[in-house]
């Protein structure tokens, strides 16, 4: 049943560095893996090992997940400035591919000053995928200035 006059919450999504998450949630994130790992058997003794309370795990559990294991079977678009030299956008690509990741959308400005920005909308394939890891390759890359994930769905 809808209510008259009452708007439906609306979900806002956000992709940070994980020097900016609060340490709660990141406690949260450790709770949640040693539950899943069968290394402890209640939310009380998760919430003990990783010094949090209870009723903070129960806050926030639904509402933070390592990236990696969120993006699978998504599709991420991400941007990136770099060096305009041959092959970099290839290695680029041959990196996306090896991530098991599927490109939907690719455009590639014109190179100002020996810099091109390239954006990408790429498919991570379930299971397979590792886009966390990707993304880290990507960035370290040499002739990388820049990349920035831009959304996710």
């Not at 708007?7 to 450790?30: D, G, I």
Request: no cysteine; proline share 3%; glycine share 8%.
């Amino acid at each position: 049943m809808i209510e008259m006059g009452k708007e439906s919450e609306k979900k806002k999504y956000f992709v940070v560095r994980e020097r900016a998450v609060p340490e709660v949630l990141l406690k949260v994130v450790e709770a949640k893996k040693l539950l899943d790992s069968g290394r402890v058997q209640t939310v009380q003794d998760a919430a003990e090992q990783t010094g949090i309370s209870r009723s903070s795990f129960y806050k926030y559990k639904d509402d933070i997940f390592p990236f990696h294991e969120q993006a699978r079977g998504k599709t991420i678009t991400f941007i990136i400035q770099m060096d305009d030299e041959p092959g970099l956008l290839s290695g680029i690509l041959q990196t996306i591919a090896r991530f098991h990741g599927n490109i939907l959308t690719i455009h590639q400005s014109i190179p100002i000053n020996g810099v091109a920005t390239l954006t990408l909308s790429v498919d991570i394939l379930p299971g397979d995928g590792d886009a966390e890891a990707m993304v880290e390759y990507i960035e370290r890359s040499e002739g990388i200035h820049y990349l920035k994930i831009l959304g996710r769905e």
